[in-house]
């Protein structure tokens, strides 16, 4: 499912080409209207050549054959192109159902892991059964832990080989059907009957994506369909017009049938018409080659809307946790006896913070680890009550904690707590980091600095979406003053401090209020609130199920930055279809100059003075234009199922270059591709 | 384009702006209900009004109720203005004791005249008592640009509100545009033009002795009122000779300056503003190109004013005057290249002065044409048939993009406004966002709307065209042969269909056929276009409206004047080549072919 997929890879093209030819039928036809003018135009003119045979055609009967071909192979085109695109989005669907597998269930009637189970089909399962899942196991269905630990691995849904946990109670109780259980077990209450289950869901979405206009989908309809009926009666009026004319000129033939045919099928915009459904389904194709699956057309599209991004500070803004960057010793103590104090506290704190101020101290004095055995060491954990760990080693007790929390044990011992150690804690604060102060026998030796590492690039990553016209606000627990240092560092536009569940909804909702959409990412059941409420909602696949519920994309990754991928898929789907129709429109100012001259020349002569390309005949000129429109649509396959190239600009940029692009590329191609074709008509002497 | 020609159009420009720029200030305050000091003595007769036709003016209305209230005044006026007519004979004020307009003619005047079309298939001065003239298609010119204004008026508000369900009361909009805008510019505007010799009395027609002889050609007329013909389908012609001349009489300069004034065009003379009664001199034919453009122009402003954005009022006037002077200098050079066969005869000047009144010029001929086409007014000064090819072409293109250069008060900028939505939603997809306009998401209904607003007059122009040219009763009104005959019809169709009202000439319209075929056209072409827009503006207003970023697509701004003039030109050209290239386009070929 990666986006370097070949856009011709034979073994999607092969089916593609016969699906072509089997979407020829009437009711698959009739749910695009704009190529149905061009398929009944087909019919149409095929009858009009059977009738030349005949020996009564309006025109030599090899022209209205070509005409007719021609005509075949645009709607033959079109049909290949969409054919195309939804072999690719059900070759991904198909990679995700292989993992979609019957396999063996332990039923429980009660969720006590000792009762014996009843070894049953993952078929049979029903949402409320209670399955016991043991170490080798394939999950059966998508559940919720209700007792027990586990590491699965969920590689076949993330990709991700690292195996995760999941445990009973709290934000990992979620499993999914279709991953596997590596250590321990765990029982689980079945939440989705066959079929219904998430993956199940999701595969669904993709296969029937194609099936459901968006929204913007059908508004472009109604515009190209206004556009057809237009051309229609400017075609249906020209035989009347023609008539009048050579009556009134005395001389030359009223135009034909199907050179008029030929006309309508020019002048409607049958280049996007052909290819819009194509661009729909290879948008959300571009979605899942992201790893992301959505749950509607409607949803990514959405994406290209977003005016805010909500985006949690840990693991999108910041690498996931703080690191020590720096000891700040107290008057009176050496850097490195902070250093020697801190990393002994820090040796049994397995937390990643603890991890790195071990690692600090290694290279900024270089000291090692220490042989424990050789001392007398008792570690003292954490508690709710202290605030505080550390440890007593040979008579020294050494603690590190809050600010708050030293200040207090200080003073509970009767010691001074130096005023100089608490402006420094200020500082480091006021700089966006956490201080954590050091004390030895209940005498402070300083502060370690803890500090949130903004991840690389990020920064700029915001200045294009700001160019983009896309707003930033960071979500984070930390104070303000913590927040504004760090919202600073990464240059996102605000942020919302200390946020709660309740916090981030109600910031969701007044950022509606004022018209904007809204875009976040989450994964625990306390997002599913702001989840729900966000115009687009991207669920963690590690998390909840209520999380993936309330959200509409998934992101299989479970990579918070991807959000920002996702605003860009949406927007290139959105610039694909206005870059397509307006190319398509443009292009019929080329066609009139062929046609108009070859349709009418035989009554008014002198309108040979706007045959500009010098087309050779009039013959050669219908069914050069006629070639043209249907050559195109294969040209611009690739662009319709690639997208658009999105740059980070601003709006006005992007009109400028793409109006140049496809508005004045569209008036000018044409000219140049059916003069090439009509000069190798021509040569090969066809016409 | 020659100095003269330049020169005129840059102080009629200027002048223009100048006056729009308060015009627009006044009437963002009247059509908000605040009524400036000056005429705040008048306000009791707009509150009786209300109390008499038991309107309550604080009371505001949903989309639907508006059109209703919009449709069942014009169907009133329509029906009075026919009743009026066909009973001209027994009512006062008839000097000249003209009977009862045909029943087909009073159909057809009562429609042009409440669509603000004022296609006028009759002669003034040889069919209307001055009692019709005044009290039916006087008041017409009024309520009929006052309804154009509402409409407009209306969509504003659908852009400058946000989540409502209402968009004004269009009883309180019809009132206030009449009194407080119509009226006091068409008195003043009366009053300069008879200090320039407008004519303004109900006496009967004078005669005045010839002082020679003049004897003329006329088509010969059949029993039944029709151009005669001979074999060759050309006009028979019968000579007359006379030594006297009727002057017709009547109170003109009161009508005439809401003729202009609120786009009718609707003459009082069948010469209309060739006549030296109607204009009769350059002043008053600078003031009357003036009056044509002015409530137009300052709608637009207005228009920036009330949504809060003065910026968008400026880029659409912009577009409008790019597409206006374009049109002007296309005209102008054509009618100054002029003839190329004159020079076969041996005439050393080619320039066209055929169907132009020596008093105004080719220059003054062409301006006058170019604004009253692109306008919706169709007052003329000139013959647009006579005009050359490409001459007569020009005013035919520009009723065909839809009268949204300037256009009809009110006409234009809702037209002007719904192409803006179209070059924002082909466009807007350009920029990767759901279009937007003014804040206002542009989505299906609007889309809907919009596709009707733009299909409707394409429609009517060229299947109009096609019946005409396919029927026998069609034919038979054309005087000219080839091309040119074709252009004519078309011309017609599209004068009506777009609500202009000026004719080509050289169509013999006064018929049965014509006047139902041009009055339905005129009916659909403004009623099927202002109920859409009224959809739309009430789907608009209840929409949020949306905040402004760096992603948005900007709508001012030359680069938006581009795409909106490429819209408008693109529209209106891929719906009317083929048909311009079998009239004006081929004639001009022809005409200069030969030449070479």
């Not at chain 1, 590689?155 to 009973?168: D, F, H, K, L, Y």
């Not at chain 2, 329509?78 to 004979?89: D, I, K």
């Not at chain 2, 006409?411 to 206002?440: D, N």
Request: glycine share 8%.
């Amino acid at each position: 499912m990666s986006q370097s997929q070949s856009l011709l890879d034979p073994a999607l093209v092969k089916p593609a080409l016969w699906a072509a030819v089997t979407k020829l039928a009437p009711q698959v036809q009739w749910r695009n209207p704009v190529m149905l003018v061009v398929y009944v135009g087909a019919w149409f003119t095929s009858a009009l050549w059977v009738q030349a045979c005949l020996g009564q055609g309006d025109a030599p009967a090899g022209l209205i054959a070509a005409i007719s071909l021609w005509l075949w192979f645009t709607v033959l085109f079109a049909n290949f192109a969409e054919a195309l695109a939804e072999g690719r989005s059900k070759a991904q669907a198909a990679s995700l159902r292989s993992t979609k597998k019957n396999v063996l269930a332990r039923k429980l009637k009660t969720p006590d892991p000792d009762a014996s189970p009843e070894i049953t089909d993952s078929a049979s399962l029903r949402k409320g059964d209670l399955l016991l899942i043991l170490a080798g196991d394939v999950v059966p269905a998508d559940g919720e832990v209700l007792v027990g630990v586990a590491s699965v691995d969920e590689s076949a849904i993330t990709g991700e080989s690292a195996p995760v946990i999941r445990e009973a109670g709290g934000d990992f109780s979620a499993i999914t059907g279709g991953t596997r259980v590596l250590s321990d077990w765990v029982v689980a209450r079945v939440t989705a009957n066959p079929g219904e289950a998430f993956l199940d869901r999701m595969i669904a979405m993709v296969e029937g994506a194609k099936r459901q206009k968006t929204p913007n989908e059908i508004a472009l309809t109604i515009l190209l369909v206004a556009l057809t009926i237009v051309f229609l009666v400017v075609t249906i009026t020209l035989l009347p017009f023609s008539q009048f004319s050579v009556a009134a000129a005395g001389s030359g033939q009223p135009v034909s049938l199907t050179v008029l045919v030929a006309l309508l099928v020019c002048l409607i915009p049958t280049t996007i018409g052909g290819l819009l459904s194509a661009i729909g389904v290879a948008g959300m194709s571009r979605m899942l080659g992201a790893n992301v699956i959505a749950t509607s057309g409607r949803a990514v599209e959405a994406a290209g809307d977003v005016d805010v991004l909500l985006l949690d500070k840990t693991g999108t803004i910041t690498l996931g946790n703080r690191q020590a960057v720096q000891f700040i010793p107290a008057a009176g103590v050496s850097e490195e006896a902070l250093a020697d104090a801190a990393q002994f506290a820090s040796l049994a704190d397995e937390t990643p913070e603890g991890r790195s101020i071990v690692v600090l101290a290694k290279q900024r004095f270089n000291l090692r680890e220490r042989q424990l055995e050789q001392h007398q060491v008792s570690f003292i954990p954490f508690t709710a009550q202290t605030r505080m760990s550390g440890v007593d080693v040979d008579g020294r007790e050494i603690r590190k904690g809050a600010v708050d929390a030293i200040r207090q044990y200080v003073l509970a011992a009767g010691q001074d707590f130096p005023a100089s150690v608490a402006k420094q804690a200020d500082e480091v604060a006021r700089r966006g980091a956490t201080p954590l102060l050091v004390a030895e026998n209940q005498r402070v030796l300083g502060v370690i600095e803890l500090k949130d590492i903004v991840k690389g690039g990020i920064k700029e990553r915001f200045a294009e979406l700001r160019a983009m016209g896309i707003k930033t606000v960071m979500i984070t627990g930390d104070n303000p003053l913590t927040a504004a240092a760090i919202a600073a560092e990464a240059g996102v536009d605000d942020f919302l401090a200390e946020a709660t569940p309740e916090a981030k909804l109600a910031l969701i909702r007044q950022t509606q209020a004022e018209g904007k959409l809204v875009a976040m990412t989450g994964d625990g059941t306390n997002d599913a609130p702001a989840l729900a409420q966000a115009d687009v909602a991207v669920a963690m696949n590690t998390g909840t199920q209520a999380a993936k519920e309330a959200g509409n994309m998934v992101d299989l990754d479970s990579n918070p930055t991807k959000l920002i991928e996702i605003v860009e898929i949406g927007k290139q789907m959105l610039m694909t279809r206005g870059a397509l129709t307006t190319f398509s429109v443009s292009n019929d100012v080329a066609k009139y100059f062929a046609i108009i001259p070859a349709a009418f020349a035989s009554t008014y002569p002198q309108l040979n003075a706007l045959n500009v390309m010098g087309l050779t005949s009039p013959a050669s000129a219908i069914l050069s234009a006629v070639i043209f429109n249907a050559l195109i649509i294969v040209v611009l396959i690739p662009l319709a199922l690639r997208g658009v190239r999105y740059q980070a600009q601003s709006a006005a940029q992007l009109l400028r270059s793409n109006l140049l692009i496809y508005g004045l590329g569209g008036l000018l191609v044409p000219f140049v591709g059916i003069k090439l074709i009509d000069v190798l008509l021509t040569v090969l002497g066809l016409v | 384009m020659t100095a003269n020609a330049f020169f005129q159009l840059a102080l009629y420009l200027g002048v223009l702006i100048l006056l729009a720029m308060p015009l627009s200030r006044w009437l963002t305050r009247v059509m908000a209900g605040d009524i400036p000091r000056v005429l705040r003595p008048v306000q009791w007769l707009e509150h009786g009004l209300y109390r008499l036709a038991g309107v309550e003016p604080k009371q505001e209305q949903h989309w639907l109720a508006y059109a209703l209230g919009l449709l069942l005044f014009n169907v009133l006026g329509f029906l009075a203005l026919y009743a009026l007519q066909r009973a001209q004979g027994v009512l006062p004020l008839n000097p000249e004791a003209f009977g009862a307009v045909s029943s087909d003619s009073a159909l057809n005047t009562a429609i042009s005249f409440v669509t603000n079309t004022n296609w006028q298939g009759y002669g003034g001065e040889s069919t209307m008592s001055y009692l019709t003239q005044m009290l039916g298609l006087a008041v017409q010119n009024f309520v009929s640009a006052a309804t154009g204004l509402a409409v407009a008026v209306a969509l504003i508000r659908g852009f400058a509100r946000k989540s409502v369900r209402t968009i004004g009361n269009f009883w309180v909009d019809l009132t206030r545009g009449t009194l407080y805008i119509l009226l006091p510019l068409s008195l003043l505007l009366a009053l300069a033009l008879v200090s320039q010799g407008v004519i303004q009395n109900f006496k009967p027609y004078q005669s005045a002795r010839l002082l020679e002889a003049q004897s003329y050609s006329q088509p010969k007329l059949d029993a039944a009122g029709q151009a005669m013909k001979d074999a060759q389908g050309h006009a028979v012609l019968e000579s007359v000779s006379t030594q006297t001349q009727t002057l017709p009489m009547g109170p003109v300069a009161s009508q005439e300056a809401i003729k202009l004034l609120g786009t009718n065009g609707g003459g009082f003379f069948n010469a209309n503003s060739a006549h030296p009664y109607e204009n009769p001199t350059p002043l008053s034919n600078f003031l009357q190109m003036l009056a044509i453009f002015l409530i137009p122009a300052a709608l637009v402003l207005s228009f920036g004013q009330q949504v809060g954005d003065r910026r968008q009022g400026w880029t659409i006037l912009a577009a409008m005057t790019l597409l206006f002077v374009l049109a002007y200098g296309v005209l102008v050079a054509a009618e100054q290249a002029g003839n190329p066969r004159w020079a076969t005869l041996g005439l050393d000047q080619l320039v066209n002065l055929e169907g132009k009144e020596a008093r105004f010029g080719i220059v003054a001929s062409s301006l006058f044409a170019t604004i009253t086409t692109a306008a919706s007014c169709g007052a003329v000064n000139a013959m647009h048939a006579s005009f050359t090819p490409l001459g007569g072409m020009i005013p035919t293109l520009l009723m065909q993009l839809g009268e949204v250069v300037f256009g009809g008060v009110g006409a234009g900028l809702y037209g002007m406004l719904v192409f803006a939505l179209l070059a924002v939603f082909i466009a807007g997809l350009m920029v990767g966002r759901t279009p937007e306009y003014l804040g206002k998401k542009i989505e299906s209904f609007e889309m809907k709307m919009t596709a009707l607003v733009i299909l409707v007059t394409p429609l009517l122009v060229l299947l109009g065209t096609a019946l005409a040219v396919s029927l026998a009763s069609g034919r038979a009104g054309i005087f000219n042969p080839g091309a040119h005959g074709f252009s004519e019809v078309l011309y017609a169709l599209s004068s009506a269909a777009n609500n202009n009202g000026s004719a080509f000439a050289g169509l013999s319209a006064n018929t049965p056929f014509y006047n139902f075929l041009l009055g339905a056209a005129m009916w659909l072409g403004r009623f099927a276009v202002i109920v859409p827009v009224l959809a739309m503006a009430g789907a608009l207003a209840a929409k949020p409206r949306l905040p402004v970023n760096a992603g948005t697509l900007p709508t001012h701004g030359p680069l938006f004047v581009g795409l909106l003039v490429g819209a408008v030109l693109l529209v209106g050209l891929l719906n009317y080549i083929p048909a311009l290239a079998l009239g004006p386009i081929v004639e001009h070929l022809q005409l200069w072919q030969v030449a070479h």
